[in-house]
């Protein structure tokens, strides 16, 4: 609904709701079935609805389709709009209509109820519907009984909607002058029983009258205390505050107003509000300080020429004292371009958590693992030490250090430090940050070949950088999204044509998840000979592309925030933490289109991109001897791919290694040495098991087969490895004989006949009687 904020003059009366009865269709009717896993709930839609709509969906019914007719009328940005307030944004879909059948008692205590919103005491309610306790009571449980409300927990009075959406239409029913009312009484009883503020305001911002400067302070006082946790709703009431503010406010408090909504708004990932903001703050605050929100507003949405000119520009004009913001933004930006030594003289005086991170990530790109090992050591230890509610205030310095450690390869420490960052920005309401958050997840995950993990991240991903109108982050999580399809399932089409349409900076930082089917030469390999001597190609097809020697699977369906994360790696400088379980708009020139994901430069993705993965790092290398394998002849491929699965083993990079083992056990069948062929082959496909990459699973199953099939055959060549007596069985069993005939023609007991049998069946490779006539087995005897 879009909610109204019209001007009050006067006392308002309690609202009468007894006048609003009249026949609706009844909304409990929505049958409360199980909710629905997320991959068994897409199915029920359309095939052409989008990932953002997808999510939005689930979010809002909890998996239950009954209420899907409910939201089907609404447009994705009014879907967004019910996500963030909980209110229906304009008319009430024409078959969403609040419970009927219920008397003028109960229908005030529900809309009560939806005013005063999940969970409610039931006193309130009373006193918001101006009713008696001795009607109340019998009301709420009729309401009960309809299945409209439940109690909230067992042992307290307090009682909430059935499902939230209900709340929702409940609430939409009320007409606005009675929602009004209704709210101002809600906030005179809470003030009566001495509720926080944060109690009343919600009840204050929508029915306050302007020019109030108490309820002003009141609603700063309530969004200070929940900028931790809810800045979404802090916005809320800092507008409402701003809305109410008489023209003559006092100067402190205007700006106070201001900078406090400028935080919810970064927070909340609101940048259209902030740029809104800035001509205000310009006029409220000094230089240095606006040229440090512009230039984090500027870094956020991966404009750093601009950032770096306002940054430098303000730390010329800066005193000492405030110039260590500006210092640790600017060597960021040199940072994410591998200037290690611009980094460590910004830096020299920083020991602080922020600043360890960013000489990791310096570290890291510049491929000086000491810098990095360092860095990511010390910034570990301040989070380490930090709880949920502190470390969302650090949740930059998670995705920094997140990314040094993708850089260098520590991927498992990776996924740990995004796991923890996401699971702290959700409780926080960081909604600004989560989008790179379940990027780094997804691409830490997908490295290490978790494959339904880092779907459902990237799906997040992509949902949640739309709604924040973020094209450029939402198109590299397609591209993850793709990429995984590819690993998963084989479809060239979707993963291939993303990741071949990726600029070089992203195949730079995300060459560990490109599927083989891009077709691309190892990054960094144009005009440098691989790693132990010449031989690697310089315009070749990559691995698995037209000149590739393992074929791929036909383009499959692709469809597709957070889990378990891997054991800790021996050398990894940055201690895992507990898996976690999922659970601002401004335009961008970035085209949101899905094979173009836009520059990973610039993009805040690890903001920005640089040198990219160290050459020397086991996992990069082992792609350069994949490469050189694959265009060399099988003596020399051989020691090579081992030495390439080596290194995607040491880096746990599993879909990688089924691969290249696969490549492996194809050259080795070929080289005539199949029972090694055969290892590697059942080694790729437990890895293809282990990561639910369905592709790699065939094409291990069809090498298996096809080493099979080169296998000796058993027949007269196999015959002279049988004695006289073990052939005259063969003979026998392929004429049909049973064993106790075969045993009474040969005068020799059953089991005898059972031990040859046994021996054959080893000899011959068969493990039946029926294989064994099949493969004519036993001509005639050994000469």
Same mark, same amino acid.
């Given at each position: 609904m879009r909610r109204e904020d019209p001007v009050r003059t006067g006392p308002l009366q309690a609202p009468d709701f007894s006048s609003l009865a009249g026949p609706m269709n009844d909304v409990t009717a929505v049958p409360e079935t199980p909710p629905l896993s997320r991959e068994r709930f897409a199915g029920l839609l359309d095939a052409g609805t989008s990932v953002e709509r997808r999510c939005l969906l689930y979010e809002l019914t909890g998996g239950i389709p009954g209420w899907l007719a409910t939201l089907a009328p609404l447009t994705d940005p009014e879907l967004r709009e019910l996500a963030r307030t909980g209110l229906f944004p304009g008319p009430l879909p024409q078959h969403a209509r609040e419970p009927d059948r219920l008397g003028p008692v109960e229908?005030?205590? &529900?809309?009560?109820?939806?005013?005063?919103?999940?969970?409610? %005491?039931?006193?309130?309610?009373?006193? @918001?519907? +101006?009713? *008696?306790?001795?009607?109340?009571?019998?009301?709420?449980? &009729?309401?009960?009984?309809?299945? /409209? /409300?439940?109690?909230?927990?067992?042992?307290?009075?307090?009682?909430?909607?059935?499902?939230?959406?209900?709340?929702?239409? @409940?609430?939409?029913?009320?007409?606005?002058?009675?929602?009004?009312?209704?709210?101002?009484?809600?906030?005179?009883?809470?003030? !009566?029983?001495?509720?926080?503020?944060?109690?009343?305001?919600?009840? &204050?911002?929508?029915?306050?009258?302007?020019?109030?400067?108490?309820?002003?302070?009141?609603?700063?006082?309530?969004?200070?205390?929940?900028?931790?946790?809810?800045?979404?709703?802090?916005?809320?009431?800092?507008?409402?505050?701003?809305? /109410?503010?008489?023209?003559?406010?006092?100067?402190?408090?205007?700006?106070?107003?201001?900078?406090?909504?400028?935080?919810?708004?970064?927070?909340? $990932? %609101?940048?259209?509000?902030?740029?809104?903001?800035?001509?205000?703050? $310009?006029?409220?605050?000094?230089?240095?300080?606006?040229?440090?929100?512009?230039?984090?507003?500027?870094?956020?949405?991966?404009?750093?020429? !601009?950032?770096?000119?306002?940054?430098?520009?303000?730390?010329?004009?800066?005193?000492?004292?405030?110039?260590?913001?500006?210092? =640790?933004?600017?060597?960021?930006?040199?940072? @994410?371009?591998?200037?290690?030594?611009? @980094?460590?003289?910004?830096?020299?005086?920083?020991?602080g958590p922020e600043a360890a991170a960013v000489v990791a990530l310096a570290g890291a790109v510049a491929g000086h693992t000491a810098d990095y090992r360092a860095g990511a050591a010390a910034a570990a230890a301040f989070l380490r030490a930090m709880d949920a509610a502190a470390l969302a205030e650090h949740v930059e310095t998670v995705v920094r250090l997140g990314w040094a450690a993708h850089v260098a390869e520590d991927f498992s420490a990776a996924a740990g430090l995004f796991a923890r960052g996401v699971r702290a920005a959700r409780r926080a309401g960081r909604s600004g940050a989560l989008p790179r958050l379940l990027l780094g997840h997804a691409c830490a995950?997908?490295? =290490?070949?978790?494959?339904? !993990?880092?779907?459902?991240?990237?799906? %997040?991903?992509?949902? +949640?950088?739309?709604?924040?109108? +973020?094209?450029?982050?939402?198109?590299?999580?397609?591209?993850?999204?793709?990429?995984?399809?590819?690993?998963?399932?084989?479809?060239?089409?979707?993963?291939?044509?993303?990741?071949?349409?990726?600029?070089?900076?992203?195949?730079?930082?995300?060459?560990?998840?490109?599927?083989?089917?891009?077709? +691309?030469?190892?990054?960094?390999?144009?005009?440098?000979?691989?790693?132990?001597?010449? $031989?690697?190609?310089?315009?070749?097809?990559?691995?698995?592309?037209?000149?590739?020697? /393992?074929?791929?699977?036909?383009?499959?369906?692709?469809?597709s925030p957070i889990s378990h994360d891997a054991p800790d790696s021996p050398d990894s400088p940055i201690s895992h933490d507990a898996p976690d379980s999922p659970d601002s708009p401004i335009s961008h020139d970035a085209p949101d289109s899905p094979d173009s994901p836009g520059n990973l430069e610039g993009s805040g993705v690890l903001e920005g991109s640089g040198a990219g993965v160290p050459r020397t790092a086991p996992g990069r290398?082992?792609?350069?001897?994949?490469?050189?394998?694959?265009?060399?002849?099988?003596?020399?491929?051989?020691?090579?791919?081992? #030495?390439?699965?080596? *290194?995607?083993? %040491?880096?746990?990079?599993?879909?990688? #290694? $089924?691969?290249?083992?696969?490549?492996?056990?194809?050259?080795l069948a070929r080289a005539g040495e199949l029972s090694a062929a055969a290892e590697e082959a059942g080694r790729a496909k437990a890895l293809a098991v282990a990561t639910g990459s369905g592709r790699l699973r065939r094409l291990a199953i069809d090498q298996q087969r096809a080493i099979g099939g080169r296998r000796p055959r058993v027949g007269a060549a196999a015959t002279p490895a049988l004695s006289v007596r073990e052939s005259e069985i063969v003979r026998m069993v392929r004429l049909g004989m049973p064993n106790r005939d075969i045993a009474d023609t040969l005068v020799i007991s059953v089991k005898t006949v059972e031990a040859h049998l046994t021996r054959i069946f080893r000899k011959t490779g068969v493990r039946s009687r029926t294989a064994l006539a099949a493969a004519g087995a036993g001509g005639t005897a050994p000469g």
């Open positions: 229908r005030d205590v &529900v809309r009560a109820a939806a005013v005063l919103g999940d969970p409610f %005491d039931p006193a309130l309610a009373a006193a @918001v519907a +101006r009713r *008696g306790a001795a009607a109340v009571l019998p009301a709420l449980d &009729v309401l009960a009984e309809r299945g /409209i /409300i439940s109690p909230h927990t067992v042992g307290t009075p307090l009682f909430r909607f059935r499902h939230p959406l209900l709340r929702a239409v @409940v609430y939409a029913r009320i007409p606005p002058g009675a929602r009004i009312a209704a709210h101002a009484r809600a906030a005179e009883v809470l003030d !009566e029983t001495g509720a926080e503020p944060a109690q009343r305001a919600v009840h &204050v911002a929508r029915s306050a009258a302007p020019g109030d400067l108490s309820t002003v302070r009141l609603l700063a006082d309530a969004a200070d205390h929940v900028l931790g946790s809810a800045p979404e709703r802090a916005v809320e009431w800092l507008r409402a505050a701003r809305r /109410i503010a008489p023209f003559d406010a006092p100067p402190a408090l205007r700006r106070r107003l201001v900078l406090a909504l400028w935080r919810a708004a970064e927070r909340a $990932g %609101d940048h259209r509000l902030c740029r809104e903001l800035l001509p205000e703050l $310009g006029d409220l605050e000094d230089a240095t300080a606006v040229a440090e929100l512009r230039a984090r507003l500027a870094i956020d949405l991966g404009r750093h020429d !601009e950032a770096r000119d306002l940054l430098t520009a303000g730390l010329r004009a800066a005193p000492e004292d405030k110039a260590p913001p500006l210092r =640790l933004r600017l060597a960021l930006l040199a940072a @994410v371009r591998g200037e290690l030594p611009a @980094v460590r003289e910004l830096l020299a005086e920083d020991r995950l997908l490295a =290490l070949g978790r494959l339904a !993990e880092a779907l459902r991240s990237a799906e %997040d991903c992509e949902a +949640r950088a739309s709604t924040l109108h +973020r094209p450029d982050l939402a198109g590299f999580a397609r591209l993850l999204r793709a990429s995984a399809l590819t690993w998963r399932d084989g479809c060239p089409r979707t993963g291939a044509a993303a990741a071949a349409a990726a600029p070089a900076a992203v195949e730079r930082l995300w060459w560990a998840v490109l599927p083989p089917e891009a077709g +691309r030469r190892p990054p960094g390999n144009e005009g440098h000979d691989g790693p132990g001597g010449s $031989g690697s190609r310089d315009g070749d097809d990559g691995p698995g592309g037209p000149a590739g020697p /393992i074929s791929h699977d036909a383009p499959g369906s692709p469809d290398r082992a792609r350069d001897l994949y490469a050189r394998a694959e265009a060399a002849d099988d003596g020399r491929a051989l020691p090579l791919l081992r #030495e390439a699965a080596s *290194g995607f083993a %040491d880096r746990r990079m599993a879909l990688w #290694e $089924g691969h290249t083992r696969l490549l492996l056990a194809q050259r």
